[in-house]
């Protein structure tokens, strides 16, 4: 990668174009299994055509957990005594619990109360609710229409179909020049919804552009679009150990698309080199970032990070799931989410990749400070001190102890990590830096 | 022991009887030798059966000490030229000089003055002396007294013996499942003085009860009574080596009667177990207490911490000795300590018993959340992130990386350990956590 | 040496006569090599007989650079188109760029700007400027001067010389009881400039007489006047193995002359022994020092602390260079230092030594407290807690395990060191105290 340019705006990383991503994939019915998520994964090919889709048979051991019954869903109607109909699949693809068994049955309001869901706090959203694993029904409906259903026979009609069948999500290998690998992962298993959803492929998929578009990488980017819990933890079990072995950084990418906030969720001890990078990037950018222990982690952290995964994998977020009253609701729409909200997100994401591109640990190769003005690196003339211009070339030698990476140096140096970029290839291009850990193998040959 | 009652306030561990049992033990004559210890060890043995009475022979080497004579006295008074009684040791045994050695002399005030002892700061009360290691004697009185002694004639008798005899101090071993030991220590040392003496032994004795009344107990519990510093440099010099190789963690208990405050004097480094488990204690139960540094210390921690012994040791306490008026003084009586000032400290340091009992370092067992749903112990309609009252049970398996105990974990969830002391119970008896670490040999049998 | 007195104020080390050293050394015209430099070494040697002077030849490799030419300069005039002398050498050496090559030419205003030098910010200053790595020539005059300069024909004479000759520096090894070496090092290469050049050898002078007359020393002291940074490479290029195996502390000596402020300038890491003496003595002596990053460095710590190099060295300053309007113009003269400027200096630093001799880490000989009445070192009579004047004795043991030095003990007990370096002797000579690492061999045959 160039340090020189670290974020090309180059056409295909423009961020131009989110919006209209997450307008075509909003409307699908997605859950964490089923038609849904291979018809997102099918468009996010279009962006992405080396995204591999891959599928998990029904009944796959993975850990704890077993790959449950796909399901899938054409209709779903909830009729009133009157005939008017009071939630439609067709027309919210809310108004119908996820994983909802099939049923067609006449029952009175009394019976059908237990299958109904609404959202007291906000009487005019619809809530989204799931039954994954234990075979059950519903519909979702505004806490206003609910409160005026009226007395008599309802029908309900479900035409879904929980059977074998598989899990699927989508994997994208990006190479770099060693086999250090940074982990990205979003979540497809929402229906529509919003931030809390679409945001999080989007941004991924942009950001996969960009990394895509480098000249060079030193990192190889494992990019991941899977269903929420269950697809991590089946990803894990079938990934665990080359995981284990390869992967220096991660994130998890989720609510990313609305223009409130900025905040990070840290992992699990909050010491990962994800972490440090998250941290130094949020200071510089948006200082004012909210940041989250991991306590109130909600989203696939909750794998990477688990005792024994221990995934280096932290949260960067726009405002995070819990902490906006549309969340988990039909309020959570692409009103929420923005094309700024999204750049901002990608902005901060993308600088993210570029100081784990360049954040690797130096050693000087010179014992004392070197003569920099035979190198034309110092003025010829001395006057007070070391000069101005060459003073962050000698801090960062003189930090380069093989101890503190980049971005300890540049946390040192109370600057952000790409202003120095310039600074250690111009020191490495001179041999008066070297990477003095044994490379992993790849990077000996890069 | 159950998790669901951590404190049960059953008949046999009752705090009532505290202070009933204090004013039997304020009149005993206490030394650091002599019958004032054995009478003193006898009323708690009504107490506490088992409890068993040892005796160290005059001359016994104890590192850099040897124990001493012992010490008895049946009566002593100091007589002015008018015949009138100064001090009698009949009426108060703070007016002789402990150790004292037998004298009936004649003598003026003038060559009277240099054994006499009283407190300017406090004209009424008598202060306590002591003179144990060089040949001494002397009398104790109030400041008001001395200042109108009138010139003449005195006799001071002091009826005391000090020959080869024995120290003699208590010890009761209540035993666990393991041999992860718990030191409890007091002293027995102190004439009629009542926080800085009685309570000790009260609240131990009780303390006792309340362990001994336990169902099941997984840590070995070892209560010493002891003359302060030579009791304890005895009791180390011969027990070094198992206390080393057992105890966990240990407590010095003093100053436990009075209702003024609530203390902490940390160990040597102030990073033992037993220092995690009062610092936490007291944060949930009293947050006003005080903390001394170990610089503060003035009881028996001075041996148990002191290099190459290294005992975890810490106090616990209500208001700490030499912070309170009436330290070592007459005014330190029974109207000092209170029942509900020894049931104060009684409480508290049965939660740090409770927490000693269940502090355990687990391990996941399941790589990723395990699937709670079918183990009952999680909802199958899924709302908003982790569901509420299963969150408890999720963060407290993240923790379990076989790095964090139990009051760890309460630390990061920012809760009492015995909030959680049914959670881990029941994720443990799921088998969704173990005990990773190779436990001792009476552990593997339990 | 004698705890009792550890800053004897005998003539050999009375700081009164610094300013006069001072007057002597100042109108020299010093460089990173030449003449200046043995002259000022000569005069030293008459304060320290046994200072070696050390020549190093030209071309000699030292790590990345060599040693340059020898520069010597006998006479230099800058004269106006109406026959005034505008610069002169011989009224001040300031005049003359350092390292400037021989020159006697005829020129226009306009020719000669590119060789003026002036500093706007202080019209009545002459500039310091150097060019000694690059051949060049130039005149240092103020800017008052300068901008009234008439056009017409300029007449520059330097008389220098610039050959093969070598770098001249300053050696003296004061032995001790043991191979344990504190370095102190200051520089010897600015002409006419006072804090920033003539107080560093003044103040190590005076230093090196005081550690000279010490009756007996742990610590081997080395003490180099050195060119700066020429200088410090060539020394440590020379010596590197030696230095990085036996100095334990070492201090750069700068900018000690001024009555401004006291100042410290943490090792790279700040992390060193010479850090937590030179933290220890200011926080007791100079609280309201004034602490700088290792990013504020600017004299031979650059090279000391070089990764690789790594020795222990900070610097203790009175005003730090770069910090005073004066600095590095002909302003820094004998009225910004002062005899009791350059004694507040001498006085922290010799407080340093006398920490360094005594700062060893002992350990406890006994277990458990020692029995102190019987060596007379606790009061036969016990009345409230420890006895107040054995405290510190006991407080010293306890602390005395092996893992915290003199320092950390002093710390812990919030006592300057010196206060408790009788204490440290007392119980040493007590036997109560050992040392129990294995000491290097000279120590062990002390």
């Known amino acids: 990668m160039s340090a020189q340019a670290p974020c090309p705006e180059t056409p295909e990383c423009s961020p131009s174009g989110m919006h209209d991503l997450a307008q075509r994939l909003f409307p699908i019915c997605r859950s964490i299994t089923g038609d849904g998520v291979r018809q997102t994964i099918r468009i996010l090919q279009e962006y992405l055509p080396m995204l591999r889709m891959v599928e998990v048979p029904t009944g796959t051991q993975c850990f704890d957990w077993q790959v449950p019954e796909e399901w899938n869903i054409s209709e779903a109607q909830l009729i009133a005594p009157n005939g008017r109909v009071i939630a439609d699949f067709a027309v919210n693809n809310l108004h119908v619990v996820s994983y909802s068994e099939p049923v067609d049955l006449e029952l009175s309001l009394e019976e059908l109360q237990p299958h109904l869901h609404s959202e007291p706090n906000l009487p005019e959203a619809i809530p989204y609710i799931t039954a994954y694993y234990k075979r059950n029904w519903g519909f979702c409906i505004t806490h206003q229409v609910r ?3 009226p007395q008599g026979q309802y029908r309900a009609i479900i035409r879904s179909t929980l059977k074998k069948g598989h899990l699927t999500y989508g994997e994208l290998i990006i190479p770099g020049s060693t086999d250090r690998e940074v982990l990205l992962s979003t979540y497809i298993c929402h229906p529509s ?26 990192c190889t980017y494992r990019i991941i679009f899977i269903p929420e819990t269950i697809g991590a933890i089946v990803y894990l079990s079938q990934h665990l150990e080359h995981l284990k072995s390869h992967v220096i950084a991660g994130f998890v990418l989720s609510c990313v698309g609305d223009d409130r906030a900025y905040s990070y969720l840290e992992s699990r001890l909050g010491n990962t080199l994800a972490d440090k990078v998250a941290q130094h990037v949020l200071k510089h950018l948006q200082p004012d970032y909210v940041r989250y222990s991991y306590l109130k982690r909600g ?6 990070c688990w005792p024994g995964v221990d995934l280096p994998v932290c949260s960067v977020m726009r405002t995070r799931y819990g902490s906006y009253p549309e969340y988990h609701t039909s309020l959570d729409d692409l009103t929420v989410v923005t094309e700024s909200g999204l750049q901002g997100a990608l902005h901060v994401l993308r600088h993210c990749m570029d100081c784990l591109e360049q954040t690797l640990t130096y050693t000087t190769t010179v014992l004392c400070e070197p003569q920099l003005m035979r190198r034309q690196l110092y003025p010829t003339i001395g006057r007070k001190g070391i000069a101005a211009g060459s003073r962050v070339l000698v801090d ?4 380069s102890d093989g101890q503190h990476d980049l971005i300890d140096i540049a946390n040192i140096l109370g600057r952000p990590a790409w202003e120095l970029f310039q600074a250690f290839e111009t020191l490495h291009a001179h041999q008066l830096l070297s990477l003095p850990e044994a490379p992993p193998p790849t990077l000996a040959a890069a």
Not at 299 to 304: C, H, L, T, V
């Open 299 to 304: 989203s696939d952290e909750r794998q990477f």
């Open 193 to 218: 919804l919003a931030n809390n959803e679409i945001s999080g492929p989007v941004v991924t998929t942009f950001l996969a552009r960009y990394l895509q578009a480098l000249p060079d990488r030193r």
């Open 396 to 399: 960062i030698m003189a930090y």
């Open 147 to 149: 409160q005026n259903l």
